[in-house]
């Protein structure tokens, strides 16, 4: 007779031996001396015997420009899937400088994110921000505990996200340098050498790194809001996660159109007057070479301006317009021409030259100026009967405007835009 319960035994036995076995394949890679299966660290995680928790200190610097005193640092830690643990520590930047530290933190694995917020120095206008960013950085923890944050960690960090998400096999150090060659390619700049990892970059240092994180960062802050700055980091992101591409061509031709009237000698002393502020000598890079490249070189459109010129004045057509008011116009209250322009806040310099090129005499007055009507504009109303006049915003001004009538004649107008000393537009006008 057999057994009634002979059945359920053998069945126990045998899941008894299939539990067994699984837990041996899990701890049969628990001590490979590779960090594998679903382990945070080495041998440890995971379905491994706990990681060793060691006291960690971590430091760096937040910057766009530096980051003021009380912004906020949040730090993360990652699995070995690179997502959040549930673990996180805040800390504050207590100066200036951007700098901040965390202090003999227990971390398990060697992976972690950033989070800045806070206030910032804007390095193109030369004064701090009036609303608070957000920059993000994802890193390993390097020997020298070292990470800094700045706008090439946040470009790349989303990217950096996917990569490993999508490719796993990928690994972190293939993916992060695969995301920084897609930003640079980006901005059309090419290294002789591969370019240090975005987190150890600093725009205090004199790297050939240092000053492309300058100069990518002048092109994306421009003549910007910092709301602008910041909704023009989240349209690049979001465009390059998946494919590494700029594509959406609004933001190919904002990144051009600032580039265009960025003076970088401006920018290059506001970071050296800032850090002498501090008591820290900063050795800062020549980076303008990077700006140039970028505009002679990349395909993005050049149609966008970050000095604009309306059509109209106030009461009639804008001069300064580049696609109309060419002539011949008939003298006259026709002849009558506003030089309207509206700058970005904080571009210091707009200058326009009008030059008579002809020979015709033009009585009193070539270009005579409307008394009454000027607006945002220096300009010498005295000098009457001068062939050419020069135009020049006045420092702080934003919305220009002035009332010209021409004599019959044939003009030039020339457009030095912030901070050319070459003619960056020309027109020709002919009053008959």
């Known amino acids: 007779m057999r057994n009634a319960f002979s059945m359920p035994l053998i069945a126990f036995a045998c899941l008894t031996l299939l539990i067994s076995s699984c837990g041996k394949e899990e701890i049969a890679t628990c001590n490979d001396g590779i960090r594998n299966g679903n382990e945070i660290g080495v041998d440890c995680g995971g379905s491994c015997a706990p990681c060793p928790v060691d006291p960690t200190t971590l430091r760096g610097v937040v910057q766009k420009g530096p980051f003021l005193n009380g912004s906020s640092v949040l730090l993360n830690e990652l699995d070995s899937n690179y997502v959040q643990t549930g673990i996180s520590f805040n800390t504050q930047i207590l100066e200036n400088n951007g700098t901040f530290s965390f202090l003999t933190i227990p971390l398990a694995s060697p992976y972690v994110s950033l989070r800045a917020d806070g206030f910032y120095f804007n390095e193109v206008t030369g004064d701090n921000s009036t609303t608070q960013i957000t920059l993000n950085a994802i890193s390993d923890i390097p020997t020298d505990g070292t990470i800094n944050v700045n706008v090439l960690t946040h470009l790349e960090n989303a990217r950096v ?61 421009g003549y910007r809001s910092e709301n602008d700055f910041s909704d023009l980091m989240a349209g690049i992101i979001s465009d390059i996660r998946t494919d590494g591409i700029l594509n959406n061509v609004d933001l190919q031709t904002e990144l051009v159109a600032h580039t265009k009237v960025l003076d970088t000698n401006s920018i290059r002393q506001n970071i050296i007057d800032r850090y002498n502020e501090l008591g820290i000598t900063a050795n800062v890079p020549q980076f303008g070479s990077y700006l140039t490249g970028f505009l002679t070189t990349t395909s993005f459109p050049s149609t966008g301006e970050a000095i604009t010129y309306p059509a109209m ?23 009558s021409l506003h030089l309207r322009a509206t700058l970005p806040a904080g571009c210091p310099g707009l200058r326009i030259t009008i030059s008579k090129t002809d020979v015709l005499p033009c009585g009193s007055c070539c270009i005579c100026d409307i008394l009454g009507t000027g607006e945002g504009w220096d300009w010498p109303f005295s000098n009457f009967g001068a062939p050419t006049k020069t135009y020049t915003n006045i420092a702080g001004e934003t919305e220009l405007d002035l ?25 020709t006008l002919v009053v008959n």
Do not use: C, H, W
């Not at 490993?164 to 992060?176: C, H, I, M, Q």
């Not at 009461?315 to 109309?324: A, E, F, K, M, V």
């Not at 010209?404 to 020339?414: C, D, R």
């Open 313 to 335: 004045g106030n009461t009639s057509l804008n001069l300064l317009d580049p696609t109309t008011v060419t002539g011949p116009i008939p003298p006259g209250s026709s002849s």
């Open 403 to 427: 009332l010209l009538t021409f004599n019959p004649g044939t003009y030039l107008i020339e457009y030095f835009e912030n901070p050319s000393n070459v003619p960056t537009k020309t027109k």
């Open 161 to 221: 996200e996917y990569l490993l998400a999508s490719n796993p096999a990928l690994g972190f150090l293939a993916a992060k340098a695969q995301a920084q060659s897609e930003i640079l390619a980006m901005f059309n700049i090419s290294t002789s050498a591969p370019l240090d990892r975005a987190e150890t970059l600093n725009i205090a240092n004199n790297s050939e790194g240092d000053a492309i994180l300058i100069a990518v960062a002048s092109i994306l802050q």
